[in-house]
């Protein structure tokens, strides 16, 4: 069960690293959805956004805004571009029904593209990946500046843009100048917004007097944290279990660490402290395992606990919903590149 999780989900790593990702949809066949969606990312912070039916690019986040407000021409370009590439889109779903025979059924074309800059080496990296009806489908390789075809399906196509040799040399340059100018600009202009640190609220939850205790931290920026149990001062691992970072629909995170309880007498608790480390900040949030501050079920806890998804969370689950409800074997099509 690869097939949606490819394009758009990003383990949470520790690092300097910023990314800027475009995210282009075209979908042919899904009632109620727009035939074609793009979206822009910076540090998985939506910063723009752009459909077939608003025919314009738009900003997200007030800082974007602000950017666009100083230069017009830059909206401007997004939309362009953003018409151009749904026109290509649209170009190769039709070549690809027409080659296929296959006049009805959805489809459903991805790319994901953009570049990364790690602020402390300098390094810098482009990508650019296609998928098709969730499928990992081609994927761009700037050193040798061919395409990778995981699939035999993709093969043709592989060999006719590999021929594409100008594509190429503009898709290079585009990666290795063009994107990082971009993204440096952008994440300078929404520094105060990205790089800030918000400490969560971090509570102890138990649904029953059985059952496992829960640290839970929600409301902390960025997704860099380490959150641990631990007793008499050592970090355990036996009976821990550590949940993933989620998104907030605020744009902040939430994640919880659960422990065992079963085998700790009563008067052993206060041997126990859940930890919350948050990257860039010095003082750790420490919770000692307490019967006292405990939130249980039947006595309603004072903050609520609903993982939600928002923003590009609401936006990528519309879309990976919409994948998994047409997910369909490909056999094979042509295509032509987009624009960078
Ligand atoms: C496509 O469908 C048409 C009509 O049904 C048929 O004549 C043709 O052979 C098909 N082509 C391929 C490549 O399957
Ligand atoms: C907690 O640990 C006990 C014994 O170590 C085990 O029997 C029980 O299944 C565990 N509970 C959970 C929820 O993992």
């Known amino acids: 069960m690869n097939?949606?999780?490819?394009?758009?989900?990003?383990?949470?790593?520790?690092?300097?690293?910023?990314?800027?990702?475009?995210?282009?949809?075209?979908?042919?066949?899904?009632?109620g959805?727009?035939?074609?969606?793009?979206?822009?990312?910076?540090?998985?912070?939506?910063?723009?956004?752009?459909?077939?039916?608003?025919?314009?690019?738009?900003?997200?986040?007030?800082?974007?805004?602000?950017?666009?407000?100083?230069?017009?021409?830059?909206?401007?370009?997004?939309?362009?571009?953003?018409?151009?590439?749904?026109?290509?889109?649209?170009?190769?779903?039709?070549?690809?029904?027409?080659?296929?025979?296959l006049t009805k059924g959805p489809h459903i074309l991805q790319r994901m593209n953009g570049c990364e800059w790690d602020d402390e080496t300098g390094e810098i990296k482009g990508f650019n990946q296609y998928g098709y009806n969730g499928e990992d489908f081609l994927a761009l390789d700037?050193?040798?500046?061919?395409?990778?075809?995981?699939?035999?399906?993709?093969?043709?196509?592989?060999?006719?843009?590999?021929?594409?040799?100008?594509?190429?040399?503009?898709?290079?340059?585009?990666?290795?100048?063009?994107?990082?100018?971009?993204l440096k600009n952008y994440v300078h202009q929404g520094r105060s917004f990205l790089q800030r640190r918000e400490s969560p609220s971090v509570s102890l939850l138990q649904k029953m007097s059985s059952s496992v205790v829960s640290c839970?931290?929600?409301?902390?920026?960025?997704?860099?944290?380490?959150?641990?149990?631990?007793?008499?001062?050592?970090?355990?691992?036996?009976?821990?279990?550590?949940?993933?970072?989620?998104?907030?629909?605020?744009?902040?995170?939430?994640?919880?660490?659960?422990?065992?309880?079963?085998?700790?007498?009563?008067?052993?608790?206060?041997?126990?402290?859940?930890?919350?480390q948050l990257s860039g900040v010095r003082d750790d949030i420490i919770i000692t395992l307490d019967k006292s501050v405990i939130h249980t079920n039947w006595d309603p806890p004072e903050i609520p606990v609903v993982p939600v998804a928002g923003g590009v969370g609401g936006f990528l689950l519309i879309l990976v919903v919409v994948i998994i409800l047409w997910m369909k074997k490909s056999n094979g099509f042509q295509l032509a590149d987009g624009e960078g």
């Open 3 to 31: 097939y949606f999780g490819l394009l758009f989900l990003f383990p949470v790593a520790y690092s300097a690293k910023h990314y800027l990702r475009y995210f282009l949809t075209a979908t042919y066949g899904v009632p």
């Open 142 to 182: 700037l050193k040798t500046l061919t395409w990778t075809a995981p699939k035999s399906q993709a093969v043709l196509t592989k060999l006719l843009w590999d021929a594409e040799k100008a594509r190429l040399e503009h898709n290079k340059n585009y990666y290795i100048y063009k994107c990082p100018e971009l």
């Open 216 to 276: 839970h931290a929600t409301g902390f920026y960025p997704d860099r944290a380490e959150m641990f149990w631990r007793k008499d001062g050592e970090e355990i691992h036996e009976g821990v279990e550590k949940g993933e970072i989620l998104l907030n629909n605020d744009w902040t995170f939430q994640m919880s660490v659960e422990l065992n309880i079963s085998s700790v007498q009563p008067d052993g608790w206060r041997r126990y402290d859940c930890v919350f």
């Open 33 to 101: 959805f727009p035939e074609f969606v793009g979206a822009a990312t910076v540090d998985e912070v939506q910063v723009g956004y752009c459909d077939s039916n608003i025919k314009t690019a738009k900003p997200k986040q007030d800082w974007m805004r602000k950017l666009i407000e100083g230069d017009p021409k830059h909206l401007e370009w997004y939309s362009q571009k953003c018409l151009g590439s749904q026109h290509v889109f649209r170009a190769n779903i039709d070549g690809l029904k027409q080659r296929l025979n």
